[in-house]
């Protein structure tokens, strides 16, 4: 993955990441998801929604994408919104998480749901293209 954006602006660059149909969040390594949460005014949840989660304004979903290949492509903020921490809170959980046990990001349906994906055994290489 050539970077993690948010805001409008590249948090993160060159990022080692898998692309996983059966992954529903995106998760990456704690370091560098806190990175992304603190550029995008995120709070860390760990101990109240759960390790590794981050939580958000529920009216102001950050603007979030990831790049590969040289193009951005947006996590749409209906995806990127997990939903309220609880009835009646103003906080939302981010669908990046960290984990301490990931040397790398797992890009999952968080950010698949956005885009058409192509899997090319034969060259073992992964494309992306903007939904129509």
Request: charged share 15%; net charge negative.
């Given at each position: ?107 999952g349906d968080v950010f698949l749901a956005n885009v058409y994906t192509v899997f090319d055994l034969a060259k073992n290489r992964v ?6």
């Amino acid at each position: 993955m050539d970077a993690v954006n948010g805001g409008g602006q590249s948090v993160l660059s060159n990022v080692d990441s898998i692309v996983d149909t059966g992954t529903t969040l995106v998760v990456g390594d704690t370091e560098s998801v806190a990175q992304l949460y603190e550029a995008i005014g995120g709070q860390d949840a760990s101990n109240t929604v759960g390790e590794g989660y981050y939580t958000f304004p529920c009216n102001d979903v950050p603007s979030v994408s990831l790049t590969f290949g040289g193009k951005s492509f947006p996590i749409s903020s209906s995806t990127f919104n997990l939903g309220q921490v609880s009835s009646g809170s103003s906080d939302c959980v981010g669908g990046i998480v960290g984990s301490s046990g990931e040397s790398f990001w797992i890009v999952g349906d968080v950010f698949l749901a956005n885009v058409y994906t192509v899997f090319d055994l034969a060259k073992n290489r992964v494309g992306f293209a903007d939904l129509a």
